[in-house]
């Protein structure tokens, strides 16, 4: 099952650079998220795309781009990154926004170290 | 705010039970959600609830009561590979999911 995948699966990057986080889901889906996940933290919701519109910005920091050119494709860019945006990143998608029964399908996620 | 508690961790011995809390308070309710998620990989889906009461699928049960704000996960005849984190989340007002930090569970033999 390759519902939802994420390349790269791991980053090291420096503080300078600039890199870019693909997530592309098989579902049919028409909702996408980005999460981060820290150690010992909830999952953070970053951004959320519904039907390839932008519905959610949680006070992200403007190092962080997100990119939804189709309801199957979802980026995330980021430059001048910190040490503290390592984390692991999460994709999901789901059905229908605003149905609440829907779940959400996670991507294995992209282990990013900023160094 | 809106807050999600569950313990950090847990452990439990192979064959055994063992019950999960989740205790919310959030800006409205539209379903509750637990998912499973083992090292280094992707959190999946186990149970949904947003009706009181229990909900059982096979090894798994949730339960819910919406005037408790309170969440239980129960796994039966517990296996090796019931090692993992399980994570409590709710849906807000918004169809927002807001996550708890998650339960570490330790199965020994």
Same mark, same amino acid.
């Given at each position: 099952?390759?519902?939802?995948?994420?390349?790269?699966?791991?980053?090291?990057?420096?503080?300078?650079?600039?890199?870019?986080?693909?997530?592309?889901?098989?579902?049919?889906?028409?909702?996408?998220?980005?999460?981060?996940?820290?150690?010992?933290?909830?999952?953070?919701?970053?951004?959320?795309?519904?039907?390839?519109?932008?519905?959610?910005?949680?006070?992200?920091?403007?190092?962080?781009?997100?990119?939804?050119?189709?309801?199957?494709?979802?980026?995330?860019?980021?430059?001048?990154?910190?040490?503290?945006?390592?984390?692991?990143?999460?994709?999901?998608?789901?059905?229908?926004?605003?149905?609440?029964?829907?779940?959400?399908?996670?991507?294995?996620?992209?282990?990013?170290?900023?160094? | 705010?809106?807050?999600?508690?569950?313990?950090?961790?847990?452990?439990?011995?192979?064959?055994?039970?063992?019950?999960?809390?989740?205790?919310?308070?959030?800006?409205?309710?539209?379903?509750?959600?637990?998912?499973?998620?083992?090292?280094?990989?992707?959190?999946?889906?186990? +149970? =949904?609830?947003? @009706?009181?009461? /229990?909900?059982? *699928?096979?090894?798994? !049960?949730?339960?819910?009561?919406?005037?408790?704000?309170? +969440? =239980?996960?129960? @796994?039966?005849? /517990?296996?090796? *590979?019931?090692?993992? !984190?399980?994570?409590?989340?709710?849906?807000?007002?918004?169809?927002?999911?807001?996550?708890?930090?998650?339960?570490?569970?330790?199965?020994?033999?």
């Amino acid at each position: 099952e390759t519902g939802v995948t994420q390349t790269p699966r791991h980053l090291v990057m420096g503080m300078t650079n600039k890199k870019s986080l693909k997530c592309e889901q098989h579902l049919g889906h028409n909702a996408m998220y980005w999460y981060k996940q820290s150690a010992k933290k909830p999952l953070e919701l970053m951004f959320v795309y519904s039907l390839e519109e932008r519905v959610e910005n949680n006070s992200v920091p403007s190092r962080f781009s997100p990119e939804c050119p189709n309801s199957s494709h979802l980026f995330l860019h980021l430059h001048t990154l910190q040490p503290e945006d390592s984390a692991l990143y999460l994709c999901a998608s789901s059905h229908a926004l605003a149905d609440s029964s829907y779940e959400q399908y996670f991507g294995p996620g992209t282990r990013l170290t900023v160094t | 705010g809106q807050n999600i508690d569950q313990p950090t961790e847990m452990t439990a011995t192979e064959g055994a039970i063992v019950q999960i809390n989740c205790t919310y308070q959030t800006s409205g309710f539209n379903g509750l959600f637990w998912y499973q998620q083992h090292a280094g990989e992707a959190p999946t889906f186990l +149970s =949904y609830n947003v @009706l009181d009461g /229990l909900e059982e *699928k096979g090894r798994f !049960s949730s339960f819910l009561s919406r005037s408790k704000g309170y +969440s =239980y996960l129960l @796994l039966k005849e /517990l296996q090796m *590979k019931d090692s993992a !984190s399980y994570l409590c989340a709710v849906k807000d007002s918004n169809y927002q999911l807001i996550w708890g930090a998650g339960t570490k569970l330790i199965i020994k033999p």
